[in-house]
Structures are given as C-alpha cells and as structure tokens.
C-alpha cells in the first residue's frame, strides 16, 4: 500500500495498466481525450511489476488493471470511469484534480 501511496503522490491522474490489455488502452485514450496528461505505469514493463500488481489487488482492484487514481485517490477500473464519463463526473474529477483546466459540457 505505501508504494503504491508513493507512486500516486503529487500527481493529478496515475493509471496502472498492461501494455497488452485493451481496457487499459481505452482508459488511457479516454482521459487523454480530455487533455490530461496522465502517469502510466505499465506493469509488464516494470521490474517490479508484479508486487504492484499484488498490492492493487490487496487494496480491492478486481482486475488489477487498468486501475485509476484522481487526486491521489482511487477511482478504480476501467466499469467505474466508464460510469463517470457516462455521467458527466469524470470531466470534474479532473478538473478538481487538477489534470485539466478548462472543460466544454456538449
């Protein structure tokens, strides 16, 4: 739990994702899409891939990937910020956070 605490520290917006997962890539596209620059760790990449696999798993992310965080805090998988976008929360999510500044409602 403390890597991950440090891993997301100061940053508007981390994924954790796999280079090879769909989801994540969506996920990735999706809030890019809005202008934020996200932090990806890409845990098949990372040598230390697998304890941070087994530490989001510990705190509840089922599948571990992609697993999001605004704010320093945990949003979750790739249901939880389709359900935000759908309903208009995800834009002042970031905007909170700090990840965009200036957001059009169409």
């Known amino acids: 739990m403390d890597m991950i605490t440090s891993m997301v520290a100061e940053k508007p917006v981390v994924i954790f994702s796999k280079s090879s ?3 994540s890539y969506s ?4 809030i890019s899409g809005f202008g934020a620059n996200p932090t990806v760790y890409e845990l098949d990449e ?4 697998q304890q ?4 989001l798993l510990e705190m509840g ?8 965080f605004i704010g320093q805090q945990f949003i979750g998988g790739a249901n939880n910020i389709m359900s935000l976008h759908v ?4 834009a002042p999510l970031l905007m909170n ?8 409602k169409k």
């Open 21 to 23: 997962c769909c989801l």
């Open 27 to 30: 996920i990735k596209s999706l």
């Open 46 to 49: 990372l040598a230390n891939g």
């Open 52 to 55: 941070i696999e087994t530490a």
């Open 61 to 68: 992310c089922q599948p571990c990937v992609p697993a999001v």
């Open 87 to 90: 309903r208009n929360e995800l």
């Open 97 to 104: 956070a700090r990840a965009i500044w200036i957001w059009k």
